[in-house]
């Protein structure tokens, strides 16, 4: 159950970076809200998760996960470079996730 919650952890951490770019300095009111409403979420989750995860791993894949998310939507939403080094990079930090994810199953 805490890898479901860590998962669901790092989906917010995306969407509050992701969110960050809307608020425009928070000077916008509902963008604005809404990631601070994903921040306190993701941090929340997180130490939900840390009661049974070990906090170094807990910690790597929640923000492994927040990079690679904002990372593929940045290009997706904002036409970010997409070039094969930085997919490779990508793929590599997915590759830490599992493998963190199997050592601790």
Same mark, same amino acid.
């Given at each position: 159950?805490?890898?479901?919650?860590?998962?669901?952890?790092?989906?917010?951490?995306?969407?509050?970076?992701?969110?960050?770019?809307?608020?425009d300095?928070?000077?916008?009111?509902?963008?604005?809200?809404?990631?601070?409403?994903?921040?306190?979420?993701?941090?929340?989750?997180?130490?939900? #998760?840390?009661?049974?995860?070990? /906090?170094?791993? $807990?910690?790597? %894949?929640?923000?492994? @996960? *927040?990079?690679?998310?904002?990372? &593929?939507?940045?290009?997706?939403?904002?036409?970010?470079? #997409?070039?094969?080094a930085?997919? /490779?990079?990508? $793929?590599?930090? %997915?590759?830490?996730? @599992? *493998?963190?994810?199997?050592?601790? &199953?």
């Open positions: 159950m805490a890898w479901v919650v860590l998962f669901f952890a790092g989906l917010f951490e995306v969407a509050w970076a992701i969110g960050l770019k809307y608020t300095g928070f000077s916008k009111l509902w963008p604005s809200v809404g990631t601070v409403v994903a921040m306190t979420a993701s941090v929340v989750l997180l130490g939900w #998760a840390l009661k049974t995860l070990p /906090l170094g791993t $807990a910690y790597a %894949v929640w923000t492994g @996960i *927040g990079t690679v998310g904002t990372a &593929a939507l940045g290009m997706i939403l904002f036409g970010e470079p #997409a070039g094969a930085r997919l /490779l990079c990508i $793929a590599a930090i %997915v590759g830490g996730i @599992i *493998g963190l994810k199997m050592l601790h &199953a």
